[in-house]
């Protein structure tokens, strides 16, 4: 069993909807977790950085930890094309899920 | 926020030829880098983990006499691939961390390889 699974998709969705993410892992170690947008052919930025159970937002992004079932997710409201990219998900920063690509229609 | 600069961004290089790879945090002092291989369409497959000043620790299967990693200060590592070949035509990543297990990573922008 891998440490993070998550559905590499990939995910389709109109502008303006909201884009749902999520992983799940193995390890009830794990206390920090990240969630990187990736740009075709370039290196992944960092999104949200969160530690605790609960949610955090920033903009029009939510992260969400549900350390009880081992399942985190990333919401996007208002989504844009802008937005058209792959999600990984990654937990203490070094064990990445198999990212999600995302791509939003215009 | 943390910036990690990666040089060059793409390399076409003849096969037998060797290639280095350059990546440097440029605001703060990354104790441990991590190199990367992405495949298209692929998530990212860690190659080693170096730690300044140290050895670098190579996952199973990643050849440590073909990709030589130098960490020899807290803000540069380099990945060297060494008598490349048209296999190793790849895009390289490599990220940076704090001392700090738990702080978040931050990437370069990736090296585009093609060997001919």
């Known amino acids: 069993q891998k440490e993070v699974e998550q559905d590499p998709g990939p995910l389709s969705v109109p502008e303006g909807a909201i884009v749902s993410l999520n992983c799940t892992y193995s390890n009830s170690a794990f206390q920090y977790f990240m969630w990187y947008r990736q740009y075709s052919r370039k290196g992944p930025e960092l999104l949200m950085y969160?530690?605790?159970?609960g949610n955090k937002e920033d903009g029009r992004f939510t992260a969400q930890v549900d350390k009880s079932s081992k399942y985190i997710s990333l919401f996007i409201r208002d989504s844009q094309p802008s937005d058209s990219a792959t999600y990984l998900c990654a937990m203490r920063g070094v064990s990445f899920g198999a990212g999600t690509t995302v791509t939003v229609r215009a | 926020g943390a910036v990690v600069s990666q040089h060059p961004s793409w390399v076409i290089c003849k096969s037998g030829t060797s290639v280095k790879i350059e990546c440097r945090s440029l605001?703060?002092?990354?104790?441990?880098m991590f190199w990367y291989r992405q495949f298209p369409k692929q998530s990212l497959m860690l190659m080693a983990t170096s730690n300044e000043g140290s050895k670098a620790t190579y996952e199973q299967g990643v050849e440590k006499d073909k990709f030589l990693i130098n960490h020899a200060s807290l803000t540069l590592s380099t990945l060297t691939v060494t008598s490349a070949h048209p296999e190793d035509s790849s895009f390289y990543i490599c990220s940076a961390r704090r001392a700090d297990f738990n702080s978040p990573l931050h990437f370069g922008n990736g090296t585009r390889l093609t060997v001919t």
């Open positions: 969160t530690y605790s159970s």
């Open positions: 605001d703060f002092q990354a104790t441990t």
